[in-house]
């Protein structure tokens, strides 16, 4: 297939641009498979989704304040966008305006924390240094902003209720990600206590979002479209019970892509759940026969992504372009801080 099949026509208005009030205040459309239909609900609904048996399964990663403002020497504002920590204090990196900054550069940050550019690679990456009197990440907690995408026009909420605190899961604990798991930001504690209530196990993984998952897709072909690898853990109680479901044909939910790309790579690299810390470096796209998730929780995503090639592939192609052509039409809120969809 070509790129130009993911595309849609999104009016601005329809990007959210602040969290709702109440996280589970949000719409989901389902999107049933079966039926080749899809229906409009709230996501307080979504326990009425699930049966005794399901597992539901959560990325449990958290976001980190990856966004940092700095200057050069000549006093020029670099904003550094953290990608990956490759070592102690070297980390992989995006730069805005980049094309100052060349090896060698100082980037402060203040009090007396500051990075120097190591290496530029053509992709538009860059490799930091950071030079710093203590701990790197503890630095980055307190100089950080949260990493909020581009389409949000706006910076961090003030306030008590902060995008340090709705830009994550209330069940996020594993800190590495650069952006949130979005599916997973309608999840409430009292909507949690009601799926358990329903004899439906719900367990974590950990995949740390990564530039891989929105990075742009640059192939027209999808054949030669490739998702840069993410790492991912998957303890032995979790590969227990997700395997045990397996055995009894129960459904596996995955909340989010994140999510499904951790399952599906595991499941198709062992043909079964282990308990191990891996890459995921399955890129999910139209042929792919899915073999661990049976069912999906996923925010809208962007035009011609990696994401919606993910969810299109999962959900039937045209079967999702019309539920996202249906979500248009009837003012869903799109992106990050948007609606979501149950595809079953």
């Known amino acids: 297939m070509n790129i130009s099949d993911f595309d849609y026509l999104l009016p601005n208005e329809l990007i959210a641009q ?8 949000s719409r989901m459309l389902i999107v049933d498979r079966g039926n080749q ?70 980037v402060e940050i203040g009090n007396g924390f500051s990075a120097i550019v190591v290496e530029k690679f053509d992709d538009g990456r860059i490799k930091l240094r950071f030079e710093a009197d203590g ?15 581009p389409y949000i026009h706006r910076g961090d909420a003030p306030g008590l209720d902060t995008d340090r605190a709705r830009y994550q899961t209330v069940y996020a604990s594993e800190r590495g990600a650069i952006a949130a798991p979005t599916a ?51 303890s032995a109680e979790t590969a227990d019970i997700l395997n ?26 062992h043909g079964k759940f282990i308990a191990e810390k891996a890459e995921a470096d399955l890129t999910i796209r139209p042929g792919h026969k899915f073999a661990a998730v049976d069912a999906l929780l996923t925010n809208f995503h962007l035009p011609k992504s990696s994401l919606l090639i993910l969810v299109s592939t999962f959900g039937g192609h045209e079967l999702i372009m019309d539920s996202y052509k249906h979500a248009v039409v009837h003012g869903y809120r799109f992106y990050s801080y948007g609606d979501c969809m149950f595809i079953s």
């Open 18 to 25: 602040e969290p709702l009030k109440n996280r589970d205040d």
């Open 37 to 106: 239909a899809c229906r409009d609900d709230q996501f307080r609904n979504f326990p009425d989704q699930l049966s005794e048996g399901d597992v539901l399964v959560l990325n449990n990663t958290k976001v980190f304040p990856a966004r940092l403002n700095g200057r050069l020497e000549t006093g020029a504002a670099i904003e550094l966008f953290l990608i990956e920590q490759i070592d102690q204090n070297i980390w992989t990196a995006l730069a805005r305006p980049g094309r100052r900054l060349k090896p060698g550069k100082r």
């Open 135 to 149: 701990e790197i990440f503890e630095l980055i907690e307190a100089t950080g902003n949260t990493p909020l995408p």
């Open 184 to 234: 997973g930001l309608h999840f409430t504690p009292a909507i949690l206590k009601r799926i358990r209530e329903l004899s439906v196990s719900i367990v974590e993984i950990t995949l740390h979002v990564g530039y891989g998952t929105f990075e742009p897709v640059r192939a027209t072909d999808l054949a030669e479209h490739n998702v840069m690898p993410e790492k991912f853990e998957i």
């Open 244 to 269: 045990s479901a397996a055995s009894k044909q129960n459904r596996i939910i995955a909340v989010g892509t994140t999510t499904t790309r951790a399952l599906e790579t595991a499941f198709t690299r």
